[in-house]
């Protein structure tokens, strides 16, 4: 077992032992271990505080941003003082993870430990909701007289590395201030993976300097709803993508709250948006008008994987994006990317012929193997692994190797074994129960949307990551993500009012171990949170807030 696996294991085991009987804090995600005293830190009007050195001085940089918010809020002037002078002290244990933190509150004093900023980060965020208003968190007034924190101990570490949310924008745009209120609410829940879902059949929303009609041509199309049976292309013309600096711009703000955003171009399949911005080399039947989708579904008009202009173009996309999103990972897609223009295309049969196949969905494993090779190429720090949805398994995945990581949607739980079986690393992002765009109650009120009420907050919960996974394979489980479609979906509100509070469920399972996890308790703890999604001022599905106060 690993130093880390064995922090997690102590911890849960602390957890389990009982407790003292004053009243538990209201904390989503729940600690690893949280130990209830009795009695209050009671904050002045003047704070004193201790921050232990650290190299470019980050651990102050991750306090100053809590202290503005604090003083704004509250009124509490903070200052600066020896370790033995202060009242809260922020100081290194470089024994714990990464992630991991100690937060120790007693009637004198608050003590933060961490090995990293990050773990500061969410010891800030406990703290931030151990407050009687989570109006520090959102940074916004409040009207409370008294700010105190109960007397605690808490000794915490994620269950899991990676704890995403996904967001559609291909389908509908929603614009950086949007982006930026649901990063604030994701570090509130310890979520570090924001994947932005960028490309589509319906709208290309990323500005590529050297294929300007991406954005020129291929953000805009006739229709805000997109059809589907009795609906119908509403005939309004419907545009909008980020700029670089605006991508930037979100890329900083993500990075201040410790979340890497995973950018998404798929290809070569749901990219009916590119194929019109450039049909002369990237469409299989450049004679034919081509134009960016209005319907929903999967568009048959894929790149043309065999047209080595259509190849360089996707190194050009992919050299572009590793400029502007300076984490580790980019999404290709993959998923549902029919061969049937393959088929009828010289080139590409051709091209089967000479990798000696039978199979055209090799043409789109070979397509990214060319795109890994650009990729590996590189200087080591613009190199970037590569995700992908599950469908490339149903091709021989061979050339790719096992340095890639597999999203588990479909099936979810036997195609993540499946990858690592392989040797593939694994996320888990079940479409049911995690697609949190789905319905979430049956009632009359909810917004159109996909499903039928069935994925409640309580279903979502319940769904158990890498349940009777094999202890020689838990290591390619790199962690959840919940995913978020919006082909129903057209204003921010309603993405909201679908996404909250579900999502802090999802963030549940990522961080806690599973053994503390009951829906009963986080039901009762979610009780607080209304009040929290006021301040941030984000929508919020009622109902479950509704039915338990009855």
């Known amino acids: 077992m690993s130093r880390f696996n064995l922090f997690v294991a102590l911890l849960t085991c602390v957890s389990l032992l009982p407790m003292r009987a004053a009243a538990q804090p209201s904390l989503i995600p729940l600690p690893a271990s949280m130990q209830c005293g009795e009695g209050q830190f009671r904050f002045g009007e003047k704070l004193k505080v201790f921050v232990d050195a650290y190299p470019g001085d980050s651990i102050a940089t991750v306090f100053n941003r809590f202290s503005a918010s604090l003083t704004k809020v509250t009124g509490i002037k903070v200052s600066r003082a020896k370790e033995a002078k202060a009242a809260l002290r922020l100081k290194l244990d470089k024994t714990l993870g990464t992630e991991a933190y100690t937060l120790k509150v007693t009637p004198d004093a608050i003590d933060i430990t961490a090995a990293r900023p990050a773990g500061f980060f969410y010891a800030l965020q406990t703290l931030g909701q151990l407050l009687p208003s989570r109006a520090v968190l959102a940074g916004v007034s409040d009207d409370t007289k008294e700010w105190t924190v109960p007397v605690v101990t808490i000794a915490d570490a994620p269950r899991f590395g990676w704890r995403g949310f996904m967001l559609d924008e291909g389908r509908h745009f929603f614009g950086k201030e949007e982006i930026k209120k649901l990063l604030d609410v994701m570090a509130a829940y310890k979520l570090n993976r924001f994947h932005w879902h960028l490309t589509e059949d319906q709208g290309w929303r990323l500005e590529i300097k050297k294929y300007p009609k991406l954005t020129s041509v291929g953000a805009t199309r006739q229709s805000k709803v997109l059809g589907w049976g009795d609906t119908k292309p509403d005939g309004?013309?419907?545009?909008?993508?980020?700029?670089?600096?605006d991508a930037r711009e979100i890329v900083q703000y993500a990075r201040e709250r410790f979340i890497e955003i995973v950018p998404e171009v798929d290809i070569p399949g749901h990219s009916q948006a590119a194929v019109a911005s450039y049909p002369e080399f990237l469409s299989c039947d450049p004679q034919n008008p081509h134009e960016v989708w209005l319907w929903q579904g999967v568009s048959p008009d894929v790149i043309n994987v065999a047209n080595p202009k259509a190849v360089q173009f996707a190194k050009d996309v992919i050299d572009e994006l590793t400029d502007i999103?300076?984490?580790?990972?980019?999404?290709?897609?993959?998923?549902?990317?029919?061969?049937?223009?393959?088929?009828?295309?010289?080139?590409?049969?051709?091209?089967?012929?000479?990798?000696?196949?039978?199979?055209?969905?090799?043409?789109?494993?070979?397509?990214?193997?060319?795109?890994?090779?650009?990729?590996?190429?590189?200087?080591?720090?613009?190199?970037?692994?590569?995700?992908?949805?599950?469908?490339?398994?149903?091709?021989?995945?061979?050339?790719?190797?096992?340095?890639?990581?597999?999203?588990?949607?479909?099936?979810a739980d036997g195609a993540a074994l499946d990858a690592a079986k392989r040797g593939m690393h694994t996320i888990l992002s079940p479409q049911i129960p995690y697609y949190i765009n789905r319905r979430q109650s049956t009632l009359p009120t909810e917004p159109r949307s996909q499903g039928h009420g069935t994925e409640t907050v309580e279903v979502v919960y319940n769904y158990a990551p890498m349940n009777n996974v094999p202890d020689n394979l838990a290591g390619k489980y790199m962690g959840v993500q919940a995913n978020f479609w919006t082909e129903w979906v057209e204003e921010a509100n309603v993405v909201q009012y679908l996404m909250f509070p579900r999502l802090a469920a999802v963030a549940e399972a990522g961080w806690t171990p599973q053994p503390l996890r009951k829906y009963p308790d986080f039901l009762k703890r979610l009780q607080a949170e209304p009040d929290f999604y006021e301040f941030m001022g984000v929508d919020y599905g009622k109902h479950v807030f509704q039915e338990n106060a009855k």
């Open 236 to 245: 309004q013309t419907y545009a909008g993508f980020y700029t670089q600096d």
């Open 325 to 411: 999103f300076p984490f580790g990972y980019l999404h290709l897609g993959g998923d549902e990317c029919p061969t049937s223009k393959w088929e009828q295309n010289a080139e590409c049969k051709k091209m089967l012929g000479e990798i000696g196949s039978k199979n055209y969905r090799d043409l789109q494993i070979h397509f990214y193997r060319q795109l890994m090779d650009h990729i590996a190429a590189k200087p080591a720090a613009q190199q970037r692994k590569l995700i992908f949805w599950n469908e490339v398994l149903h091709g021989n995945t061979a050339p790719l190797g096992t340095d890639i990581t597999i999203m588990a949607w479909v099936g």
